[in-house]
């Protein structure tokens, strides 16, 4: 038998030899503190959408763990190499359960590891070689999932530059102003497999650099904007799930993991805006600029453009969701102040806005207006007052949600300084669609029995 004291604390497995790094830090709960726990990282690269942390515990801190429920923060620090210091933060922790095992009068605790929501990784460099060897300027780097924007915007590579040169073709480098003068590029990202090194390694997503910036998280910031501008004009959602910034002191890394799939583009439905590189790159940055340059209700334009990139449901919960991102695209383009007390109605909105951009609307189906039978408005109050709908009027409900949509786009598109004729939501564009074709038949159809408010 074994004396106690030559027993081990920690059991580390055969199968930590395939991971990262091992860092003793503190994990917290919100009724749990405890230091010096050892923790293994698994690798991660870039592209990395989840990962696990993975906790090798003592007897004692397993008994603490035991009964107590995440979410849990890890922070943890080791010496890299001379003179640089690495410390990780993981949050969002999920460890699975500990199970206590019983053999004769011993006690055994299994190890256990959780799922991390979110990860940054800090190296500071100290004075010493490699800090003298580090450039004095700045740089953000960003991974984005894909969307059309990002594809038909990003820049040429070295070896494809020399291919399309060998046939006679050539494409002009792009670049964006950001705030303070900062500028940033859009290239395909390259995605090297952890297994089989032999596999050719493909382009998957997009990489953003950004130069010449004077705060960090103003240029994440910047790119987030850039992102959900590109999302819009693509008609698909794209994310930065890894973004890192570079400086003389520190090099930092973050990671946003657990992030869902998001609803494609249909193969048949186009961007908002055209398929011309020019005309794209010439609105990403003017709505850019103008986005920018507007500091109301910026929160209620992005949600507005969320609600049009998720996935759809009902036709009934998608009008009303619909309403919700017109009232607050309404409120981005009259930069009308949100008074809490006393807001406007979604009718002196709308006509605020129609007042100072006339025409817009013209050959969609109407808002509020009245005149000629039951306008947008009315269907959704019916919808809203539990208002039940029969299969023969499920079309006009389909070309409701459809008119909407362009409601919003096409509101969005003015409040971010772009003229509507350039895009697929003007009346030439809509003018292939059924449901811009045969609105008012359908609309007719519905005034015998929806009620006015």
Not at 28 to 49: M, S, V, Y
Not at 309 to 334: C, P, S
Request: charged fraction near 25%; charge should be neutral.
């Amino acid at each position: 038998m074994t004396d106690k004291s030559e027993r081990p604390d920690i059991v580390v497995p055969a199968e930590s030899a395939g991971r990262g790094p091992f860092l003793k830090g503190e994990l917290r709960g919100e009724h749990f503190f405890c230091r010096d726990i050892l923790t293994q990282f698994e690798r991660i690269a870039p592209l990395t959408r989840k990962t696990r942390i993975h906790l090798l515990l003592t007897a004692d801190q397993a008994k603490k763990l035991f009964v107590l429920p995440g979410p849990f923060t890890f922070k943890g620090s080791i010496c890299a190499s001379n003179g640089v210091i690495e410390t990780r933060v993981a949050k969002d922790i999920w460890p699975k359960s500990i199970s206590q095992i019983t053999h004769e009068e011993a006690f055994y605790w299994t190890q256990t590891s959780g799922a991390i929501g979110s990860l940054e990784i800090r190296k500071k460099f100290t004075p010493g070689p490699e800090f003298d060897s580090r450039r004095d300027t700045f740089s953000a780097w960003f991974v984005a999932r894909p969307c059309f924007a990002l594809q038909i915007l990003a820049n040429q590579t070295k070896e494809e530059a020399e291919e399309s040169a060998e046939y006679g073709f050539s494409k002009q480098d792009i670049n964006f102003t950001l705030t303070d003068g900062a500028t940033t590029s859009i290239h395909r990202y390259p995605h090297f497999p952890w297994i089989n090194t032999s596999r050719n390694v493909k382009p998957r997503g997009y990489s953003i650099t950004v130069e010449g910036f004077k705060d960090p998280e103003t240029a994440r910031r910047d790119v987030d904007i850039l992102i959900l501008l590109a999302s819009f004009a693509s008609r698909e959602r794209s994310i930065s799930g890894h973004w890192s910034y570079d400086t003389k002191e520190e090099f930092v890394q973050f990671w946003q993991f657990n992030i869902g799939k998001f609803r494609k583009r249909y193969e048949r439905e186009e961007p908002v805006v055209p398929r011309d590189r020019g005309e794209c790159c010439a609105f990403l940055q003017t709505a850019f600029d103008k986005y920018s340059a507007t500091s109301m209700h910026q929160p209620l334009l992005e949600n507005a453009i969320y609600t049009l990139l998720n996935e759809q449901t009902t036709l009934e919960v998608d009008i009303v969701r619909l309403f919700l991102a017109v009232q607050g695209a309404l409120y981005f383009a009259t930069q009308i102040p949100l008074n809490p007390q006393k807001r406007p109605r979604i009718g002196d909105l709308y006509r605020k806005f129609l007042k100072a951009y006339p025409g817009t609307f013209d050959g969609l189906w109407p808002f509020i207006d009245r005149q000629e039978g039951p306008p947008l408005y009315d269907l959704r109050n019916a919808i809203v007052h539990g208002e039940a709908f029969s299969e023969q009027e499920w079309l006009a409900l389909s070309y409701a949600g459809e008119h909407l949509r362009w409601h919003i786009e096409r509101i969005i598109l003015v409040a971010l300084g772009w003229d509507v004729e350039k895009s697929t939501v003007s009346g030439r564009a809509l003018g292939f669609f059924t449901a811009y074709q045969n609105w008012k038949q359908e609309r007719n159809q519905l005034a015998g029995w929806l009620s006015s408010p």
